[in-house]
């Protein structure tokens, strides 16, 4: 049988399937009781929190056999058919593919005709934000005027990429992150079918990393399916997401805490050394100092007295730092993980801002530093030194990046503006060949695009039976563009998209493919934001692309004044 993902598996078939968003089902299924629903509604929020099933759900209630009702019945012919998808009368349109002009007039041009299989005509436009102006001018017309018989749902992540005339016209709903709680019973849920363990701890890191996105948790649970084996801990979870150990967290804790900063920098160097990236880090970090703060502020929280990692180390560390420290040092690492986004060089900011960190110890326990300097120091000079040669370094290393040269000699990570991340530390970007993959963009094949889709869980299927790992990693991954020898396929996490690029495993990847589609092509993998700039800067008019890469390739990147900013007065001061 052809595996199928948990989250497809798991879609919501009713109102009561969708958790979380209770006061949007509430007044869907208000509006459905009194028979009086809008002709357009907009659907806003976060990724994989619900908007598509919900659209889906009320698709069935208008034009279930038994209703329009509450609820859909989901056994009559028009339950099932929407379902299945074979309703022609209910039209699914991905935005994010379809986002020439034609389609939408297709749509206008089609619209006025009476649905022919069921009640209501239902247009669920996903990713709406990303029409062409001139597309959505065309949506605009239809959503003017709609007949009777039709009803818009359009869904988006980015509603203020929408134009006011359109928001004005819909009824709008915003969907929310859901509760981690909420996450975990529901993957409890989807686990009851399956013939495996997994700990309550693993369980609760899984809906943490998944930032209330349901569709996340859910691909995160199947990664841990078909890597774990039966018995499925923490560790297992960790090790899918690229986390950071607990002993590694804790000794950087340690670090800040006792102002070790070339000790902290060790650790640094230790985290490249094991393939884990900054950005994630960072992010660890600043939970574990989140869970630190809770711990000393709010120790009876549910959600501290089963943290997985309340031991001996975590304890003590809560009893170290003051609260106002850990308030400053949590407010540095949010910062700097806002800077981080716009970087580059990952690694210089992690590094930067634990030095920083670092120094805030030095200064808070002022009296401590005293005593020690008045008992000859605790730093020998040669460590003192070494510090210092390690700052010029990096002095000099953001020099060179403000003159550029750092960072661009291989393809540049697209840049410019992107959107609030969806997932912890799982939203960067990777050095990408720009070029080559637009290519691909423009010269996609949809039609071969489509049936490469259909074909996916088989193809991951294979991937699984040669390796376990890798297909534990590319399960994250969505191919978005197919043409005559390129393939693309993006990704939601850095640790998976960069793990599934490496020589070997993109030679099976590509072994795999060519077995389903006769003919070998070369797979690229990006971040699912890098896509979504490359993909809409094609699609707007290809002839003007490749003047677009040029450009592209020759913008800047805005590392250095933010590496600059962070650098600043503090640094100074370590040399005094
Ligand atoms: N609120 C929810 N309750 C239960 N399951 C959910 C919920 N939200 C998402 N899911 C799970 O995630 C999958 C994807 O959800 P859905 O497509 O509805 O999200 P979305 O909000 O449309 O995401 P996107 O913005 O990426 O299109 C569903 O099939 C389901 O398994
Ligand atoms: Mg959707
Ligand atoms: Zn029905």
């Known amino acids: 049988m052809a595996y199928r993902a948990l989250y497809r598996i ?39 929190t619900g908007k ?48 020439r002009i034609e389609e939408i007039r297709d749509i206008r041009d ?52 929408l134009p006011a005339t359109i928001i004005s016209r819909c009824q709008r709903f915003d969907f929310r992150r859901i509760g981690s709680a909420q996450i975990v019973e529901r993957m409890k849920q989807a686990i009851l079918a399956e013939n495996i363990e997994i700990s309550d701890q693993a369980l609760t890191f899984i809906a943490r990393m998944a930032e209330g996105g349901m569709r996340d948790a859910l691909s995160l649970l199947d990664q841990a399916l078909s890597f774990g084996g039966e018995q499925i801990e923490l560790e297992d979870v ?20 006792e102002g070790e900063a070339s000790e902290a920098l060790n650790v640094v160097q230790q985290l490249v050394q094991n393939g884990k990236s900054p950005e994630q880090f960072l992010d660890d970090l600043l939970f574990y100092f989140r869970d630190l703060l809770l711990y000393k502020t709010a120790p009876q929280l549910e959600e501290i007295q089963d943290r997985m990692m309340l031991d001996e180390q975590f304890r003590e560390l809560g009893d170290a730092f003051d609260t106002s420290r850990l308030f400053l040092i949590i407010e540095k690492l949010n910062q700097a993980k806002n800077d981080m986004k716009r970087a580059s060089q990952t690694r210089i900011m992690l590094e930067l801002i634990l030095i920083q960190l ?17 008992s000859g120091g605790k730093m020998s000079s040669e460590e003192v030194e070494q510090l210092k040669q390690r700052i010029n370094m990096l002095e000099k290393q953001i020099k060179q990046l403000d003159r550029g040269n750092v960072g ?74 197919l043409s005559q020898d390129g393939l693309v396929v993006c990704f939601k996490s850095v640790i998976h998209c960069e793990t599934t690029a490496r020589e070997l495993n993109k030679q099976l990847i590509e072994e795999v493919v060519k077995g389903f589609i006769n003919r070998p092509v070369e797979l690229f993998t990006l971040m699912e934001n890098q896509w979504e700039e490359i993909s809409s800067s094609v699609g707007v008019s290809e002839q003007e692309q490749g003047e677009d890469t040029k450009q592209e390739e020759a913008q800047s990147e805005p590392v250095v004044d933010e590496a600059v900013k962070l650098f600043g007065e503090e640094l100074v001061d370590i040399k005094d």
Request: charged content about 25%; proline content about 6%; some cysteine.
């Open 110 to 161: 089609k619209v006025k005709y009476a649905p022919t299989q069921v009640r209501y005509k239902v247009y669920i436009v996903d990713e709406v934000h990303m029409l062409t102006p001139e597309a959505f001018n065309a949506l605009l017309k239809t959503l003017e005027e709609p007949p009777a018989h039709v009803i818009f749902i359009l869904a988006t992540t980015d509603p203020h990429k």
């Open 52 to 99: 598509t099933s919900a659209a889906k759900v009320m698709a069935k209630a208008v034009n279930c056999e038994r209703g329009p009702a509450e609820e859909p019945c989901n056994e009559c012919a028009a339950c099932r058919g929407i379902t299945e998808g074979s309703v022609v009368d209910v039209m699914e349109i991905d935005a994010a593919s379809n986002r």
């Open 238 to 257: 960790m090790a899918i997401t690229g986390s950071a150990s607990q002993a590694m967290l804790a000794s950087t804790a340690r670090c800040i805490m």
């Open 408 to 481: 661009r000699q291989e393809a540049a990570p697209v840049s410019g503006t992107r959107k609030e991340p969806r997932r912890t530390g799982m939203q960067q970007t990777v050095k990408i060949p720009t070029g080559r993959i637009r290519e691909v963009a423009s010269a996609s094949i949809e039609p071969q695009l489509k049936r490469l889709r259909s074909i996916w869980p088989d193809i991951l299927h294979q991937v699984k039976s040669k390796s376990v790992r890798l297909h534990a990693w590319l399960l994250d991954g969505r191919p978005a563009a």
């Open 10 to 48: 798991w879609r919501p078939q009713s109102f009561a399937d969708i958790v979380g968003q209770e006061h949007v089902t509430r007044t869907l299924q208000n509006a459905l009781k009194e028979q009086r629903f809008s002709h357009a509604y907009l659907f806003n929020g976060p990724r994989g």
């Open 358 to 374: 670092c120094q805030i110890g030095e200064q808070k326990s002022h009296v401590v530093v005293q005593a020690e300097a008045t």
